[in-house]
Protein backbone atom coordinates (compact mmCIF):
# COMPACT_ATOMS: atom_id res chain seq x y z
CA UNK A 1 0.00 0.00 0.00
CA UNK A 2 1.38 3.19 -1.17
CA UNK A 3 1.40 6.07 0.89
CA UNK A 4 0.84 9.74 -0.60
CA UNK A 5 2.11 12.60 0.81
CA UNK A 6 1.39 15.70 1.55
CA UNK A 7 2.56 18.39 -1.32
CA UNK A 8 4.84 20.61 -0.13
CA UNK A 9 3.39 24.52 -0.54
CA UNK A 10 5.90 26.43 -3.07
CA UNK A 11 5.26 29.43 -1.66
CA UNK A 12 6.61 28.38 1.70
CA UNK A 13 9.88 28.90 2.95
CA UNK A 14 11.96 26.26 4.54
CA UNK A 15 11.68 25.79 8.16
CA UNK A 16 15.18 27.19 8.85
CA UNK A 17 14.36 30.37 7.17
CA UNK A 18 10.81 30.92 8.51
CA UNK A 19 11.89 33.11 11.46
CA UNK A 20 15.00 34.95 11.56
CA UNK A 21 14.67 36.02 15.29
CA UNK A 22 13.98 32.50 16.02
CA UNK A 23 17.12 31.18 14.63
CA UNK A 24 19.53 34.45 16.27
CA UNK A 25 17.87 33.39 19.56
CA UNK A 26 19.28 29.87 19.16
CA UNK A 27 22.95 30.81 18.00
CA UNK A 28 23.04 33.04 21.10
CA UNK A 29 21.90 30.66 23.30
CA UNK A 30 24.90 28.16 21.96
CA UNK A 31 28.05 27.85 24.88
CA UNK A 32 30.66 28.85 22.43
CA UNK A 33 28.87 32.16 21.82
CA UNK A 34 27.08 32.58 25.31
CA UNK A 35 31.14 32.72 26.45
CA UNK A 36 32.01 35.04 23.70
CA UNK A 37 29.16 37.41 24.38
CA UNK A 38 30.76 39.61 26.50
CA UNK A 39 34.11 39.70 24.64
CA UNK A 40 32.28 40.50 21.29
CA UNK A 41 30.26 43.71 23.19
CA UNK A 42 34.04 44.61 24.50
CA UNK A 43 35.55 44.81 21.08
CA UNK A 44 31.98 46.90 20.06
CA UNK A 45 32.66 49.44 22.65
CA UNK A 46 36.31 49.51 21.84
CA UNK A 47 35.47 49.90 18.15
CA UNK A 48 32.60 52.86 18.89
CA UNK A 49 35.27 54.15 20.93
CA UNK A 50 37.77 54.71 17.94
CA UNK A 51 35.09 55.66 15.49
CA UNK A 52 33.93 58.22 17.74
CA UNK A 53 37.65 59.64 18.63
CA UNK A 54 38.49 59.43 14.80
CA UNK A 55 34.93 61.65 14.12
CA UNK A 56 35.44 64.19 17.23
CA UNK A 57 39.39 64.45 16.91
CA UNK A 58 39.28 65.43 12.89
CA UNK A 59 38.79 69.01 12.43
CA UNK A 60 35.98 70.94 10.50
CA UNK A 61 36.41 70.79 6.82
CA UNK A 62 36.43 73.75 4.86
CA UNK A 63 36.52 74.58 0.74
CA UNK A 64 40.05 75.76 -0.47
CA UNK A 65 39.00 75.90 -4.18
CA UNK A 66 35.99 75.28 -6.24
CA UNK A 67 35.73 74.33 -9.88
CA UNK A 68 39.02 73.91 -10.37
CA UNK A 69 40.12 71.95 -13.61
CA UNK A 70 41.57 68.74 -12.86
CA UNK A 71 44.90 69.77 -14.08
CA UNK A 72 44.78 72.09 -11.08
CA UNK A 73 43.47 70.20 -8.60
CA UNK A 74 46.47 67.80 -9.40
CA UNK A 75 48.86 70.61 -8.77
CA UNK A 76 47.33 71.73 -5.85
CA UNK A 77 46.95 68.46 -4.15
CA UNK A 78 50.76 67.77 -4.99
CA UNK A 79 51.87 70.55 -3.42
CA UNK A 80 49.29 70.20 -0.50
CA UNK A 81 51.18 66.41 0.08
CA UNK A 82 54.35 67.92 0.04
CA UNK A 83 53.29 70.47 2.85
CA UNK A 84 52.11 67.74 5.06
CA UNK A 85 48.68 69.47 5.02
CA UNK A 86 46.11 67.36 5.04
CA UNK A 87 43.33 67.69 1.96
CA UNK A 88 40.62 65.67 0.47
CA UNK A 89 38.19 66.06 -2.18
CA UNK A 90 34.77 66.01 -1.69
CA UNK A 91 31.66 64.42 -3.64
CA UNK A 92 31.65 67.59 -5.87
CA UNK A 93 35.06 67.90 -6.48
CA UNK A 94 36.36 71.01 -4.18
CA UNK A 95 39.21 70.30 -2.19
CA UNK A 96 39.18 71.13 1.59
CA UNK A 97 41.48 71.30 4.24
CA UNK A 98 40.67 71.85 7.84
CA UNK A 99 40.03 74.84 8.82
CA UNK A 100 43.07 75.50 11.07
CA UNK A 101 45.18 74.94 8.01
CA UNK A 102 43.33 77.13 5.71
CA UNK A 103 45.06 80.20 5.81
CA UNK A 104 48.50 78.49 5.95
CA UNK A 105 47.24 76.67 2.38
CA UNK A 106 46.28 79.78 1.23
CA UNK A 107 49.59 81.52 1.86
CA UNK A 108 51.88 77.94 0.67
CA UNK A 109 49.43 77.93 -2.73
CA UNK A 110 49.71 81.72 -3.40
CA UNK A 111 53.05 81.89 -3.32
CA UNK A 112 53.63 78.97 -5.65
CA UNK A 113 51.26 80.87 -8.04
CA UNK A 114 48.41 77.61 -7.60
CA UNK A 115 46.15 77.55 -9.25
CA UNK A 116 46.92 78.31 -12.47
CA UNK A 117 44.79 80.91 -14.03
CA UNK A 118 42.92 80.23 -17.19
CA UNK A 119 44.15 82.15 -20.20
CA UNK A 120 42.30 85.01 -20.87
CA UNK A 121 42.85 89.18 -21.90
CA UNK A 122 44.43 88.97 -25.97
CA UNK A 123 46.09 85.77 -25.37
CA UNK A 124 42.76 84.51 -26.02
CA UNK A 125 43.33 86.04 -29.80
CA UNK A 126 46.21 83.39 -29.96
CA UNK A 127 43.54 80.87 -29.49
CA UNK A 128 41.50 81.68 -32.29
CA UNK A 129 40.90 78.60 -35.21
CA UNK A 130 41.77 79.83 -38.72
CA UNK A 131 38.15 80.25 -40.75
CA UNK A 132 36.39 82.15 -37.86
CA UNK A 133 33.46 84.37 -38.61
CA UNK A 134 33.64 87.78 -37.88
CA UNK A 135 31.28 87.42 -35.39
CA UNK A 136 33.18 85.25 -33.37
CA UNK A 137 36.13 86.94 -33.62
CA UNK A 138 34.84 90.61 -32.33
CA UNK A 139 33.22 88.82 -29.51
CA UNK A 140 36.44 87.58 -28.87
CA UNK A 141 38.16 90.69 -29.34
CA UNK A 142 35.52 92.24 -26.57
CA UNK A 143 36.09 89.53 -23.97
CA UNK A 144 39.98 90.18 -24.18
CA UNK A 145 39.30 93.83 -23.83
CA UNK A 146 37.03 92.65 -21.28
CA UNK A 147 39.60 90.62 -19.33
CA UNK A 148 42.36 92.72 -19.58
CA UNK A 149 39.99 96.27 -17.82
CA UNK A 150 39.22 93.64 -14.99
CA UNK A 151 42.95 93.05 -14.54
CA UNK A 152 43.69 96.83 -14.40
CA UNK A 153 41.34 97.08 -12.21
CA UNK A 154 42.29 94.56 -9.84
CA UNK A 155 45.66 95.78 -9.65
CA UNK A 156 44.03 98.34 -6.96
CA UNK A 157 44.60 97.53 -3.50
CA UNK A 158 40.64 97.45 -1.94
CA UNK A 159 39.30 95.42 -4.84
CA UNK A 160 39.94 91.70 -4.73
CA UNK A 161 38.43 90.62 -7.75
CA UNK A 162 36.45 92.63 -11.12
CA UNK A 163 34.39 91.64 -13.79
CA UNK A 164 33.87 94.06 -16.76
CA UNK A 165 31.05 93.64 -19.56
CA UNK A 166 31.44 95.94 -22.28
CA UNK A 167 27.81 97.04 -24.85
CA UNK A 168 29.57 97.98 -27.94
CA UNK A 169 26.53 98.37 -30.35
CA UNK A 170 27.61 97.86 -34.27
CA UNK A 171 28.91 101.00 -36.26
CA UNK A 172 26.60 102.56 -38.67
CA UNK A 173 26.94 105.53 -41.33
CA UNK A 174 24.19 107.14 -40.69
CA UNK A 175 24.36 109.27 -37.52
CA UNK A 176 20.99 109.49 -36.46
CA UNK A 177 21.20 105.09 -35.66
CA UNK A 178 24.59 105.83 -33.89
CA UNK A 179 24.53 104.53 -30.33
CA UNK A 180 27.08 105.17 -27.53
CA UNK A 181 29.16 102.29 -26.25
CA UNK A 182 28.48 101.66 -22.26
CA UNK A 183 30.09 99.27 -19.59
CA UNK A 184 29.07 97.80 -16.32
CA UNK A 185 31.99 96.78 -13.71
CA UNK A 186 31.35 94.14 -10.84
CA UNK A 187 34.01 94.48 -8.20
CA UNK A 188 34.47 92.69 -5.03
CA UNK A 189 36.20 94.53 -2.29
CA UNK A 190 38.55 93.32 0.40
CA UNK A 191 36.75 92.49 3.63
CA UNK A 192 36.38 95.46 5.63
CA UNK A 193 37.84 98.06 2.69
CA UNK A 194 35.66 100.07 0.82
CA UNK A 195 36.32 102.27 -2.00
CA UNK A 196 36.73 106.30 -2.07
CA UNK A 197 35.14 108.68 -4.00
CA UNK A 198 38.29 109.15 -5.98
CA UNK A 199 39.12 105.75 -6.81
CA UNK A 200 35.53 105.19 -7.91
CA UNK A 201 36.23 108.26 -10.50
CA UNK A 202 39.09 106.79 -11.78
CA UNK A 203 37.91 103.62 -12.36
CA UNK A 204 35.13 105.10 -14.25
CA UNK A 205 37.58 107.00 -16.40
CA UNK A 206 39.88 104.08 -17.20
CA UNK A 207 37.25 102.15 -18.28
CA UNK A 208 35.69 104.97 -20.53
CA UNK A 209 39.23 105.70 -21.63
CA UNK A 210 39.85 102.12 -22.75
CA UNK A 211 36.97 101.64 -25.19
CA UNK A 212 36.32 104.34 -27.70
CA UNK A 213 33.98 106.72 -28.31
CA UNK A 214 32.55 105.86 -24.46
CA UNK A 215 31.54 108.62 -22.06
CA UNK A 216 32.45 108.87 -18.22
CA UNK A 217 28.67 108.80 -17.50
CA UNK A 218 28.25 105.58 -19.66
CA UNK A 219 30.26 103.75 -16.80
CA UNK A 220 28.15 101.72 -13.97
CA UNK A 221 29.98 100.53 -10.86
CA UNK A 222 28.74 97.88 -8.39
CA UNK A 223 30.03 96.08 -5.49
CA UNK A 224 29.58 92.17 -4.40
CA UNK A 225 26.33 93.41 -2.09
CA UNK A 226 24.67 95.44 -4.81
CA UNK A 227 25.72 99.11 -3.97
CA UNK A 228 25.94 101.81 -6.75
CA UNK A 229 29.27 103.23 -6.59
CA UNK A 230 29.14 105.33 -9.72
CA UNK A 231 26.93 108.29 -8.62
CA UNK A 232 26.08 110.49 -12.08
CA UNK A 233 24.94 114.05 -11.16
CA UNK A 234 22.70 114.55 -14.30
CA UNK A 235 21.67 111.05 -14.27
CA UNK A 236 20.03 110.83 -10.57
CA UNK A 237 18.63 114.96 -10.52
CA UNK A 238 18.47 116.00 -6.90
CA UNK A 239 19.73 113.00 -5.62
CA UNK A 240 23.09 113.95 -6.50
CA UNK A 241 23.14 117.50 -5.75
CA UNK A 242 21.91 116.28 -1.99
CA UNK A 243 24.53 113.66 -1.88
CA UNK A 244 27.53 116.40 -2.52
CA UNK A 245 26.15 118.83 0.27
CA UNK A 246 25.71 116.31 3.19
CA UNK A 247 29.19 115.10 1.25
CA UNK A 248 30.76 118.35 1.52
CA UNK A 249 28.97 119.48 5.28
CA UNK A 250 30.62 116.25 6.31
CA UNK A 251 33.68 117.44 5.30
CA UNK A 252 33.57 120.80 7.30
CA UNK A 253 32.23 119.07 10.73
CA UNK A 254 35.11 115.97 10.43
CA UNK A 255 37.76 119.25 9.77
CA UNK A 256 36.46 121.12 12.79
CA UNK A 257 36.47 118.19 14.66
CA UNK A 258 39.62 116.92 14.25
CA UNK A 259 41.44 120.93 14.99
CA UNK A 260 39.60 120.35 18.48
CA UNK A 261 40.92 116.94 18.68
CA UNK A 262 44.84 118.02 18.16
CA UNK A 263 43.90 121.14 20.11
CA UNK A 264 42.71 118.94 23.61
CA UNK A 265 44.77 115.56 22.99
CA UNK A 266 47.91 116.69 24.51
CA UNK A 267 46.66 118.92 27.04
CA UNK A 268 43.71 116.10 28.32
CA UNK A 269 45.28 113.22 26.65
CA UNK A 270 43.62 110.41 24.33
CA UNK A 271 40.28 109.34 25.15
CA UNK A 272 39.56 112.10 28.23
CA UNK A 273 37.23 113.71 25.87
CA UNK A 274 34.66 113.40 23.07
CA UNK A 275 33.94 116.54 20.63
CA UNK A 276 30.67 116.49 18.25
CA UNK A 277 30.54 119.31 15.67
CA UNK A 278 27.06 120.19 13.78
CA UNK A 279 28.14 123.04 10.82
CA UNK A 280 25.10 124.34 8.66
CA UNK A 281 27.19 125.46 5.54
CA UNK A 282 25.80 127.31 3.03
CA UNK A 283 25.99 125.29 -0.57
CA UNK A 284 23.98 128.09 -2.50
CA UNK A 285 25.78 129.77 -5.51
CA UNK A 286 25.01 133.53 -6.58
CA UNK A 287 26.37 135.48 -9.58
CA UNK A 288 25.42 139.04 -10.34
CA UNK A 289 25.57 141.29 -13.38
CA UNK A 290 25.60 145.33 -13.35
CA UNK A 291 25.70 147.33 -16.15
CA UNK A 292 26.05 151.23 -15.34
CA UNK A 293 26.16 154.16 -18.29
CA UNK A 294 27.73 158.08 -17.94
CA UNK A 295 25.17 160.46 -18.65
CA UNK A 296 28.01 162.47 -20.76
CA UNK A 297 29.05 160.89 -23.92
CA UNK A 298 31.51 161.92 -26.83
CA UNK A 299 31.13 161.73 -30.63
CA UNK A 300 32.12 158.56 -32.22
CA UNK A 301 30.93 159.17 -36.22
CA UNK A 302 29.03 162.21 -37.52
CA UNK A 303 27.65 161.87 -41.27
CA UNK A 304 25.82 164.51 -42.96
CA UNK A 305 25.36 167.36 -45.94
CA UNK A 306 24.68 170.75 -47.03
CA UNK A 307 23.88 172.89 -49.91
CA UNK A 308 25.74 175.89 -51.47
CA UNK A 309 25.06 179.71 -51.50
CA UNK A 310 22.00 181.24 -51.91
CA UNK A 311 21.01 182.12 -55.70
CA UNK A 312 20.08 186.03 -54.39
CA UNK A 313 23.49 186.50 -53.04
CA UNK A 314 25.30 189.71 -54.08
CA UNK A 315 28.88 189.52 -56.02
CA UNK A 316 31.62 191.50 -54.02
CA UNK A 317 31.85 194.45 -55.34
CA UNK A 318 32.81 198.77 -54.43
CA UNK A 319 35.26 201.39 -55.51
CA UNK A 320 38.37 199.43 -56.40
CA UNK A 321 41.41 200.52 -54.02
CA UNK A 322 38.53 201.10 -51.35
CA UNK A 323 39.01 199.04 -48.08
CA UNK A 324 35.05 198.25 -49.17
CA UNK A 325 36.26 196.49 -51.94
CA UNK A 326 38.10 193.24 -50.23
CA UNK A 327 36.78 190.02 -50.29
CA UNK A 328 35.82 189.41 -46.82
CA UNK A 329 37.47 186.11 -45.79
CA UNK A 330 35.89 182.61 -45.85
CA UNK A 331 33.14 182.26 -42.76
CA UNK A 332 33.28 179.29 -40.47
CA UNK A 333 30.84 177.83 -38.68
CA UNK A 334 30.36 178.83 -34.61
CA UNK A 335 28.65 178.18 -32.10
CA UNK A 336 27.75 181.08 -30.31
CA UNK A 337 28.05 181.31 -26.51
CA UNK A 338 25.58 181.63 -24.27
CA UNK A 339 24.40 184.78 -23.07
CA UNK A 340 26.38 186.62 -25.33
CA UNK A 341 26.72 187.13 -29.40
CA UNK A 342 29.67 186.89 -31.66
CA UNK A 343 31.17 189.59 -33.62
CA UNK A 344 30.15 190.51 -37.12
CA UNK A 345 32.88 189.54 -40.19
CA UNK A 346 34.28 193.66 -39.44
CA UNK A 347 33.64 194.04 -36.02
CA UNK A 348 30.06 194.51 -36.05
CA UNK A 349 28.04 192.55 -33.97
CA UNK A 350 24.51 191.29 -35.39
CA UNK A 351 21.69 191.29 -33.31
CA UNK A 352 20.71 187.85 -34.10
CA UNK A 353 22.28 184.61 -34.33
CA UNK A 354 25.22 184.37 -36.87
CA UNK A 355 24.64 182.22 -40.11
CA UNK A 356 26.87 181.39 -42.96
CA UNK A 357 25.63 183.45 -45.75
CA UNK A 358 26.98 181.23 -48.49
CA UNK A 359 25.46 177.83 -46.71
CA UNK A 360 21.73 177.69 -47.77
CA UNK A 361 20.79 174.13 -45.42
CA UNK A 362 22.41 171.25 -43.91
CA UNK A 363 21.96 167.75 -42.64
CA UNK A 364 23.79 165.65 -40.22
CA UNK A 365 23.73 162.18 -38.07
CA UNK A 366 25.77 161.88 -35.26
CA UNK A 367 26.68 158.87 -33.25
CA UNK A 368 27.99 159.39 -29.30
CA UNK A 369 29.67 156.70 -27.42
CA UNK A 370 28.16 157.04 -23.86
CA UNK A 371 30.39 155.69 -20.87
CA UNK A 372 29.77 151.92 -19.77
CA UNK A 373 30.78 149.35 -16.66
CA UNK A 374 30.20 145.82 -16.29
CA UNK A 375 30.49 144.53 -13.03
CA UNK A 376 30.33 140.59 -12.43
CA UNK A 377 30.33 139.30 -9.06
CA UNK A 378 30.35 135.37 -8.17
CA UNK A 379 29.42 133.74 -5.09
CA UNK A 380 31.28 130.46 -3.85
CA UNK A 381 29.28 128.02 -2.40
CA UNK A 382 30.65 126.77 1.26
CA UNK A 383 30.36 129.66 4.16
CA UNK A 384 29.49 128.28 7.52
CA UNK A 385 26.05 129.91 8.36
CA UNK A 386 26.41 128.75 12.09
CA UNK A 387 28.42 126.79 13.69
CA UNK A 388 27.71 124.24 16.80
CA UNK A 389 30.82 122.70 18.69
CA UNK A 390 29.67 120.15 21.98
CA UNK A 391 32.85 118.64 24.45
CA UNK A 392 32.39 116.61 27.61
CA UNK A 393 35.31 116.12 29.48
CA UNK A 394 36.23 113.63 31.23
CA UNK A 395 36.10 114.22 35.37
CA UNK A 396 38.93 113.65 36.99
CA UNK A 397 39.05 110.47 39.65
CA UNK A 398 40.14 113.01 42.17
CA UNK A 399 38.24 116.26 42.98
CA UNK A 400 36.90 118.50 39.79
CA UNK A 401 37.58 120.67 37.47
CA UNK A 402 36.99 124.45 38.64
CA UNK A 403 35.06 126.94 36.40
CA UNK A 404 38.19 128.60 35.28
CA UNK A 405 39.50 125.82 33.93
CA UNK A 406 36.37 125.21 32.52
CA UNK A 407 36.70 128.94 30.86
CA UNK A 408 39.98 128.83 29.45
CA UNK A 409 39.17 124.97 27.80
CA UNK A 410 36.52 126.72 26.19
CA UNK A 411 38.37 129.89 24.88
CA UNK A 412 40.90 127.44 23.37
CA UNK A 413 38.52 125.47 21.44
CA UNK A 414 36.47 128.55 20.41
CA UNK A 415 39.77 129.53 18.73
CA UNK A 416 40.12 126.44 17.10
CA UNK A 417 36.78 126.28 15.51
CA UNK A 418 37.21 130.30 14.52
CA UNK A 419 34.31 131.03 16.79
CA UNK A 420 32.37 133.99 15.35
CA UNK A 421 29.64 135.32 17.85
CA UNK A 422 27.75 137.88 14.49
CA UNK A 423 27.29 134.27 13.75
CA UNK A 424 25.69 132.93 16.83
CA UNK A 425 27.82 130.26 16.93
CA UNK A 426 27.90 127.79 20.12
CA UNK A 427 30.92 126.11 22.24
CA UNK A 428 29.77 124.17 25.05
CA UNK A 429 32.31 122.25 27.48
CA UNK A 430 31.08 120.64 30.40
CA UNK A 431 32.88 117.97 32.71
CA UNK A 432 31.09 114.39 33.86
CA UNK A 433 31.92 111.09 34.79
CA UNK A 434 32.61 108.37 31.82
CA UNK A 435 30.55 105.40 32.31
CA UNK A 436 32.80 103.08 30.79
CA UNK A 437 37.00 103.28 30.15
CA UNK A 438 37.71 104.06 27.10
CA UNK A 439 41.41 103.58 26.33
CA UNK A 440 40.87 100.05 27.36
CA UNK A 441 40.77 97.39 24.77
CA UNK A 442 37.85 95.57 24.39
CA UNK A 443 39.11 92.04 24.92
CA UNK A 444 37.42 89.11 22.98
CA UNK A 445 35.37 86.52 24.69
CA UNK A 446 36.85 83.59 25.97
CA UNK A 447 34.39 81.13 23.64
CA UNK A 448 35.08 83.17 20.91
CA UNK A 449 38.72 82.24 20.58
CA UNK A 450 39.78 80.16 17.87
CA UNK A 451 41.96 77.50 19.91
CA UNK A 452 38.52 76.59 22.10
CA UNK A 453 36.55 74.50 19.14
CA UNK A 454 40.01 72.35 18.86
CA UNK A 455 39.99 71.74 22.75
CA UNK A 456 36.62 71.01 23.10
CA UNK A 457 36.78 68.20 20.36
CA UNK A 458 39.91 66.56 21.85
CA UNK A 459 38.17 66.98 25.57
CA UNK A 460 34.69 65.38 23.99
CA UNK A 461 36.60 62.45 22.57
CA UNK A 462 38.71 61.42 25.58
CA UNK A 463 35.49 62.24 28.03
CA UNK A 464 33.70 59.60 25.48
CA UNK A 465 36.78 57.16 25.29
CA UNK A 466 36.81 57.27 29.33
CA UNK A 467 33.25 56.57 29.66
CA UNK A 468 33.53 53.33 27.23
CA UNK A 469 36.27 52.11 29.56
CA UNK A 470 34.96 52.70 32.53
CA UNK A 471 31.50 51.84 32.61
CA UNK A 472 31.56 49.25 29.55
CA UNK A 473 35.16 47.44 29.66
CA UNK A 474 35.66 47.66 32.97
CA UNK A 475 32.34 45.84 34.38
CA UNK A 476 32.58 43.02 31.69
CA UNK A 477 36.09 42.02 32.77
CA UNK A 478 35.23 42.53 36.16
CA UNK A 479 32.36 39.87 35.89
CA UNK A 480 34.32 37.84 33.51
CA UNK A 481 37.39 37.44 36.21
CA UNK A 482 34.74 36.71 38.95
CA UNK A 483 33.13 34.04 36.89
CA UNK A 484 36.53 32.25 35.92
CA UNK A 485 37.76 32.54 39.78
CA UNK A 486 34.01 30.41 40.77
CA UNK A 487 34.36 28.30 38.04
CA UNK A 488 37.91 27.43 39.48
CA UNK A 489 37.12 27.17 42.88
CA UNK A 490 33.51 24.93 42.25
CA UNK A 491 36.10 22.57 40.10
CA UNK A 492 38.77 22.10 43.05
CA UNK A 493 36.00 21.49 45.80
CA UNK A 494 34.28 18.91 43.77
CA UNK A 495 37.82 17.48 42.86
CA UNK A 496 38.84 17.34 46.47
CA UNK A 497 35.80 14.51 47.24
CA UNK A 498 36.47 12.24 44.74
CA UNK A 499 34.41 9.85 46.31
CA UNK A 500 30.86 12.06 45.58
CA UNK A 501 29.20 11.00 42.24
CA UNK A 502 29.06 13.45 39.43
CA UNK A 503 26.07 14.87 40.15
CA UNK A 504 26.83 15.69 43.63
CA UNK A 505 30.20 16.87 42.40
CA UNK A 506 28.13 19.02 39.85
CA UNK A 507 25.99 20.38 42.73
CA UNK A 508 28.59 21.23 45.10
CA UNK A 509 30.81 22.96 42.13
CA UNK A 510 27.30 25.43 41.56
CA UNK A 511 26.60 25.44 45.46
CA UNK A 512 30.68 26.85 45.54
CA UNK A 513 29.51 29.22 42.34
CA UNK A 514 26.85 30.57 44.13
CA UNK A 515 28.60 30.61 47.85
CA UNK A 516 31.69 32.73 45.93
CA UNK A 517 33.61 29.36 45.65
CA UNK A 518 33.87 29.70 49.28
CA UNK A 519 32.79 25.98 50.21
CA UNK A 520 30.02 23.96 51.35
CA UNK A 521 27.08 25.77 52.55
CA UNK A 522 26.19 25.61 56.34
CA UNK A 523 23.09 26.61 58.26
CA UNK A 524 25.49 29.24 59.61
CA UNK A 525 25.66 31.15 56.31
CA UNK A 526 21.87 30.96 55.74
CA UNK A 527 21.49 32.37 58.77
CA UNK A 528 24.12 35.10 57.82
CA UNK A 529 22.68 35.69 54.83
CA UNK A 530 22.48 39.54 53.97
CA UNK A 531 19.62 39.57 51.43
CA UNK A 532 16.72 37.93 49.90
CA UNK A 533 18.41 36.84 46.82
CA UNK A 534 22.06 35.71 48.52
CA UNK A 535 19.68 33.70 51.16
CA UNK A 536 17.51 32.02 48.20
CA UNK A 537 21.37 31.21 46.10
CA UNK A 538 22.48 29.27 49.60
CA UNK A 539 19.45 27.49 49.72
CA UNK A 540 19.65 26.24 46.61
CA UNK A 541 23.48 25.20 46.78
CA UNK A 542 22.13 23.75 50.07
CA UNK A 543 19.58 21.87 48.66
CA UNK A 544 22.01 20.23 46.00
CA UNK A 545 24.26 19.62 48.62
CA UNK A 546 22.00 17.82 51.05
CA UNK A 547 18.97 16.53 49.53
CA UNK A 548 17.83 14.42 51.84
CA UNK A 549 18.28 16.69 54.96
CA UNK A 550 16.40 19.62 52.33
CA UNK A 551 13.34 16.71 51.93
CA UNK A 552 13.16 16.37 56.00
CA UNK A 553 13.26 19.81 56.31
CA UNK A 554 10.78 20.44 53.79
CA UNK A 555 8.49 17.52 55.09
CA UNK A 556 9.17 19.30 59.18
CA UNK A 557 8.32 22.69 58.19
CA UNK A 558 5.05 20.57 56.23
CA UNK A 559 3.95 19.04 59.46
CA UNK A 560 4.61 22.14 61.50
CA UNK A 561 1.99 24.20 59.33
CA UNK A 562 -0.28 20.66 59.87
CA UNK A 563 -0.08 21.26 63.59
CA UNK A 564 -0.95 24.95 63.40
Do not use: C
Not at 15 to 36: D, Y
Not at 160 to 188: I, M, N
Not at 387 to 398: D, G, Q
Amino acid sequence: MATQLAPIPTGAAPERFANPLKQIGGLVAQPAVKRSLPLIFMLGLVIAAGIAWATLSTPAQKVLFAGLADADKQAVVSALDAANIDNAVDGTGNITVGEEDYHKAKMLLAGQDLPKAAPGGYALLDQLPMGVSRAVEGERLKQARETEIARSIQEIDAVAEARVHLATPESTVFVRDQAQPTASVVVKLQPGRALSDAQVRSIVNLVASSVPGMKPDAVTIVDQMGTLLSKSADGLGGAGETDKRIEFQRQVEDKVRQQVAQLLTPLLGAGNFTAEVQADVNLDERQATRESYEKQGTVRAEQGSWTGNQPNAGTPGGIPGALSNTVPAPGTPQTPAQGGTQPGPNGQTPAGPVTDALKQSDSFARAYDLGKEVSVSRSAPGDIRRLSVAVLLREPEKGRRTAMEIQQITGLVQAAVGYNAQRQDQVTVISKKFTGTADAPVAPAWYEAAWLPMVVRNVTALVIALLVLLLGVRPIAKALMKKREDAGAGAKLAFSNPAASPEEQAAMAAAAAANGGAGPVSIEMLDNARGYDDRVGLVRGFTRENPARAALAVRDMIKAENGQ
